[in-house]
C-alpha cells in the first residue's frame, strides 16, 4: 500500500517570499502520479500542480513549481512570491498509473496549514 | 464543460437518523466516482469509489454505503448516522488516461456534516 507523509503540521511565510512545502511518499510502483492540492478556507480542493513519475523535468505552474527527487521518494512544493490568497491546507497526493479505474484512486497526506503574513 | 454538483452544502442531523448525499457530473461520461470524508484537522480518507453504474468499492469499513444508480449520479447514504460519522464530505470524479482523461481530480465543494 501507499502512504504519503506530510511532516510539518504548520507552516508560515512573509508576502512576497519564498516557502517550500515537504511531501515523501513510499511505494513499489516504477510509474505513477503526484499531486499538490490547495484547500482554501472555502474547503474547495484546488489542483496546483501534478507530476507524472516517468518525467524527470520539474512541473511548474506560474508561481509553484515542484522538486521531484524519485529515488528519495520526496516531492516539495515551492511557492514563489508567496500571496495572501495563498492562505491555505495542502495536500500532497499519490496516486497509481491509472490504467484502470481501480488505480486511480488518490491517497493523501495529512496536510499543511500554510499561512502567508501581510 | 465539465461541472460537480454536490449537496447539501450543509447538514445537522440527530444521531439514529437516515442520510443521502447527493453527486452529480455534467459534461463527461463514464467517470470514475469517489467519496471522501475529511474530519476535522486531517486528511482526506477515501469511502467509496465507483468505475461504472452499479460498480461500488468500498475502502473502510463503515456505517455509510453508497451508489450509482445513474452513469453520472453518485449517492452516500446511511440508514442511521453515528456521532463518529461527523465531518466534511467530498465527491469528486476522474477520467483515466486510458478512457481519454488526464487521470487528475475534479472535486465538489463539500457538505458539512454534523451529526448531533
Known amino acids: 500500500a501507499q502512504t504519503v507523509t506530510q511532516s510539518q503540521p504548520e507552516m508560515s511565510v512573509q508576502e512576497a517570499e519564498t516557502v517550500t512545502l515537504s511531501c515523501t511518499y513510499d511505494?513499489?510502483?516504477?510509474?505513477?502520479?503526484l499531486f499538490w492540492y490547495k484547500q482554501p478556507p472555502s474547503r474547495q480542493m484546488i489542483l496546483v500542480i501534478r507530476q507524472e513519475a516517468y518525467k524527470q523535468q520539474n512541473a511548474t505552474e506560474n508561481r509553484f513549481s515542484v522538486n521531484f527527487q524519485k529515488a528519495a521518494k520526496s516531492f516539495s512544493l515551492k511557492i514563489s512570491d508567496s500571496q495572501l490568497g495563498d492562505t491555505a491546507m495542502y495536500f500532497c497526493a499519490f496516486m497509481k498509473q491509472p490504467h484502470t479505474g481501480a488505480n486511480s484512486k488518490l491517497t493523501f497526506g495529512k496536510g499543511i496549514t500554510l499561512s502567508v503574513r501581510p | 464543460s465539465q461541472t460537480i454538483h454536490q449537496w447539501p452544502a450543509t447538514l445537522v442531523q440527530p444521531v439514529g437518523s437516515p442520510l443521502s448525499l447527493e453527486c452529480t457530473v455534467e459534461g463527461t461520461s463514464n467517470p470514475n466516482l469517489y467519496w471522501y470524508r475529511q474530519a476535522a484537522g486531517r486528511g482526506l480518507q477515501l469511502l467509496f469509489y465507483?468505475?461504472?453504474?452499479?460498480?461500488i468499492s468500498s475502502e473502510v469499513p463503515q456505517n455509510l454505503s453508497a451508489s450509482r444508480p445513474q452513469d453520472r449520479q453518485f449517492i452516500l447514504s446511511s440508514k442511521k448516522l453515528l456521532l463518529s460519522d461527523s465531518g466534511f464530505y467530498l465527491c469528486a470524479w476522474s477520467v483515466a488516461p486510458a478512457a481519454g482523461g488526464d487521470g487528475g481530480y475534479t472535486f465538489g465543494s463539500g457538505t458539512r456534516l454534523t451529526v448531533v
Open positions: 465507483s468505475v461504472g453504474i452499479g460498480q
Open positions: 511505494t513499489s510502483e516504477n510509474n505513477y502520479y
